[in-house]
Structure formats: C-alpha cells, structure tokens
C-alpha cells in the first residue's frame, strides 16, 4: 500500500510556475506508475501528466503539453509536477495518484490518491 501526500499549491499570477510535490510512503514507490489530476469546480477529475514506474517514460493531456513536465526521485520516495505559464484555466485542486503496471491518464485505474493541493491562477 502507498500513501501519498501532496503540497506545493498556492496561490498565483497567471503568467508563474509553480512546482507540485507528492512524497510518497513505502518501499516500492519505484514499482507505481504516478499520475497528477487536477479538478475544477464543478468539473469532472481529469489526468494532466503520468509517468512510468521505469525508464521515466512520460505523457501529458493535450491542454498542458509544454507548459507541465512531470517527474520523479525514486530514491527520495517523491513525485513532482513543474507547471509553467500558469493560466487562470488551471485553477484547480491537484491530486497525484500511483498505480501498479503501465502509466495511465485515466483516472479510473489509479488504486492510491493524495488528499489534494488546491492551486489557483489569479488573471
């Protein structure tokens, strides 16, 4: 079993960056593929960047690609989400999430969630 804690989130101009983290427990963090969603008020959770568990193969949702650059530190236990030229569409609370297996943006084969880390994007 994996927990998963999120932080990083705040409160900026649009135009900033921002760097979301998720230190994970266990021992086999280096086995889960991890994934970062975000959800917006009143909309449905949506998967924005996943990694793989070897080889740091990665794959971005179209609305982010070149603005997000997801990553990992297996021996730090940490996952990370760089997100640059924020815009006031990313204002959302952001999860990570890890699974066993192959990456995945769905959001239905992730077994392990964060609590989530609000981000909001003032214009």
């Known amino acids: 079993q994996v927990q998963l804690v999120e932080s990083g989130g705040g409160l900026v101009q649009a135009g900033g960056s921002l760097r979301l983290s998720c230190a994970a427990s266990g021992r086999t963090f280096g086995s889960y593929a991890m994934g970062w969603f975000r959800q917006a008020p009143g909309k449905e959770r949506e998967g924005v960047a996943c990694?793989?568990?070897?080889?740091?193969?990665?794959h971005y949702a179209d609305s982010v690609r070149g603005r997000f650059t997801i990553s990992r530190d297996n021996a730090k236990n940490t996952a990370y989400l760089q997100i640059n030229d924020l815009k006031p569409e990313d204002t959302a609370v952001y999860y990570c999430?890890?699974?066993?297996?192959?990456?995945?943006?769905?959001?239905?084969?992730?077994?392990?969630w964060g609590q989530g880390t609000q981000v909001t994007v003032s214009s």
């Open positions: 999430a890890a699974k066993p297996g192959t990456m995945t943006l769905n959001v239905w084969e992730y077994d392990y």
């Open positions: 990694i793989s568990s070897v080889r740091d193969t990665t």
